[in-house]
C-alpha cells in the first residue's frame, strides 16, 4: 500500500486530494515544469509551477499571500517576508529528511564541524522559528523552521580562458583595466553590490566591516568606485537575465563577469572553454528554501508536507545536479545519479564518461573535471552569503543611481 517515501501510490492520492492544486512560485532556475510533471506522477496530485523575478516573488508573497500556496525564493528574502506574518513554520516532526541535511543549515557548521561563514545571511541565521506563527527568527534551533532548503551553491566569475590566455586567481581581476569594456555585473543590487565588494576588497580599494551588511559609508564609496570603472568604460553590460549573461559571453564580447552555474553549463556545453574557478577570496554562497503560505491547511497543508518531503528525496536533486546546483540533502541526491555524474557534480573527481546537462547536450567529456571542486571544498570556501543588509532601501537606491548613471 506504501511506495519508497513511506506514502500511498498516487492513484490512490488522487482520491484523497482530488481537486487539489498545489501553487508553487519561484525563480526560472527552480520553478521547472518537468519537477511539476515528475512531483504529479510520483504523488498524484496536482503541481501549478509559476515563475517569477525574486522581486516580484516577495512583493506577491507580501500583498497577494493567498495568491500562492508555496514560496521558492533565497533565504535572504525570507528576512523581508516573514515580519509580514504571511508564513506558517514547518513542523520537523512532519519533515523526513532533517537529520540527513547538510549540517550548516541544522546547527551552522560544515560538515567536519568547523565554522563557516556568517557574513551576509547565513542560513542558519534564518531557519528556525520559536512557534508556527512566529514573525521573527529563533536564535538557536527548535522543532520549528521557516523554509525547508532546497537548493544551494558556491558562485564566483565566469571566465573566458581560452580567450584571456591565463589563470585567473582572484576576484580583483573583476576590476582589472586589461578587461575594460569586456566586463559584466549582474544588476541585482543585493547580489551585484556583493561582488563588486569581492572585487574592491580584494584589490585592497575598501576594507569592509562586514560587506555581508555595509554602513551607507561603505555603501556610497562602493557605489563611487563602480560608477568611476562605468564613466571610463569597464563594463560591457549589466545583466539581469540568462541570455542577457550567456549571449555576450558565448560572442567573447564579455570575458569576466558576475556568473551562474547554470549559465557556465549553457555556454560549456555549446563547446566554449570556459571557467568558473576557485578564487583564493572565497565564493559567494546563497540557499533556496521552500515556505509554506500561511492560509495552507486541513488536506492541502497535508499535500504541501508531502510535496516538501518528495523534493528533497533525490529525484529533483539529482535533476538540478546537471545545472550544477546542490541538493541540501546530498545522500538521497546520490541514489538518483549514477556512479559518474555523482563523482564529477559531487566529489570533484574527473568524469570517467561524458556528463551530460538537463537538456541532454554533452556537458564535459571523459578526463574533465567540475570547475571548482568538490561540494565539500566548494562550501567549506564560502566568504560570504547573498543577504539583505540593513541598508537595504538605501543600497537600492544607490544601485539605481549607479545604473542609471
Known amino acids: 500500500?506504501?511506495?519508497?517515501?513511506?506514502?500511498?501510490?498516487?492513484?490512490?492520492?488522487?482520491?484523497?486530494?482530488?481537486g487539489i492544486t498545489i501553487r508553487h512560485f519561484g525563480p526560472s532556475h527552480s520553478a521547472i515544469e518537468k519537477i511539476a510533471f515528475q512531483a504529479e506522477e510520483d504523488l498524484g496530485f496536482d503541481v501549478e509551477m509559476v515563475v517569477e523575478k525574486d522581486v516580484d516573488l516577495i512583493n506577491r508573497a507580501i500583498n497577494e499571500p493567498e495568491s500562492l500556496d508555496i514560496l521558492d525564493i533565497d533565504y535572504w528574502a525570507y528576512k523581508l517576508v516573514l515580519p509580514k506574518g504571511v508564513l506558517q513554520g514547518i513542523t520537523l516532526s512532519k519533515y523526513n529528511w532533517w537529520e540527513e541535511t547538510h549540517p550548516m543549515f541544522t546547527n551552522g557548521t560544515l560538515q567536519n564541524g568547523n565554522k563557516i561563514s556568517t557574513e551576509g545571511t547565513f542560513p542558519y541565521s534564518v531557519q528556525y522559528l520559536e512557534k508556527t506563527y512566529s514573525t521573527e527568527f529563533a536564535r538557536s534551533a527548535t522543532d520549528t523552521i521557516c523554509m525547508v532548503p532546497h537548493m544551494m551553491n558556491a558562485d564566483t566569475l565566469g571566465i573566458r580562458k581560452d580567450l584571456i590566455g591565463r589563470a585567473i586567481e582572484s576576484w580583483a581581476e573583476l576590476i582589472n583595466p586589461e578587461f575594460s569594456g569586456r566586463t559584466a555585473l549582474v544588476n541585482i543590487p543585493d547580489i551585484g553590490i556583493m561582488d563588486a565588494a569581492m572585487a574592491f576588497e580584494a584589490a585592497g580599494k575598501i576594507d569592509y566591516a562586514n560587506k555581508g551588511n555595509m554602513t551607507t559609508e561603505e555603501i556610497d564609496e562602493t557605489i563611487r568606485l563602480l560608477m568611476d570603472l562605468k564613466k571610463m568604460g569597464h563594463f560591457y553590460n549589466f545583466w539581469t537575465t540568462f541570455e542577457e549573461s550567456v549571449h555576450p559571453f558565448s560572442l567573447g564580447k564579455v570575458v569576466i563577469q558576475s556568473m551562474w552555474s547554470p549559465a557556465v553549463s549553457e555556454v560549456a556545453a555549446r563547446g566554449i572553454d570556459c571557467d568558473y574557478p576557485a578564487l583564493k577570496e572565497g565564493y559567494r554562497g546563497w540557499a533556496s528554501g521552500l515556505g509554506i503560505m500561511r492560509h495552507v491547511q486541513g488536506d492541502k497543508l497535508e499535500a504541501v508536507y508531502d510535496y516538501l518531503n518528495w523534493y528533497n528525496s533525490g529525484w529533483v536533486g539529482a535533476y538540478i545536479a546537471k545545472e550544477g546546483y546542490y541538493s541540501p540533502v546530498p545522500k538521497n541526491t546520490r541514489n538518483f545519479l549514477t556512479e559518474n555524474e555523482w563523482n564529477y557534480w559531487y566529489e570533484g573527481k574527473p568524469a570517467t564518461e561524458s556528463i551530460t546537462d538537463m537538456r541532454g547536450r554533452i556537458?564535459?567529456?571523459?578526463?574533465?573535471?567540475?570547475?571548482?571542486?568538490?561540494?565539500?571544498?566548494?562550501?567549506?570556501?564560502?566568504?560570504?552569503w547573498n543577504t539583505v543588509m540593513n541598508e537595504n532601501d538605501y543600497l537600492i537606491k544607490r544601485w539605481n543611481e549607479f545604473i542609471e548613471s
Open 1 to 18: 500500500m506504501y511506495n519508497r517515501l513511506g506514502r500511498m501510490p498516487a492513484k490512490l492520492w488522487n482520491e484523497r486530494y482530488k
Open 363 to 384: 556537458e564535459a567529456h571523459p578526463g574533465d573535471t567540475r570547475m571548482g571542486g568538490s561540494f565539500w571544498d566548494r562550501v567549506g570556501n564560502i566568504a560570504c
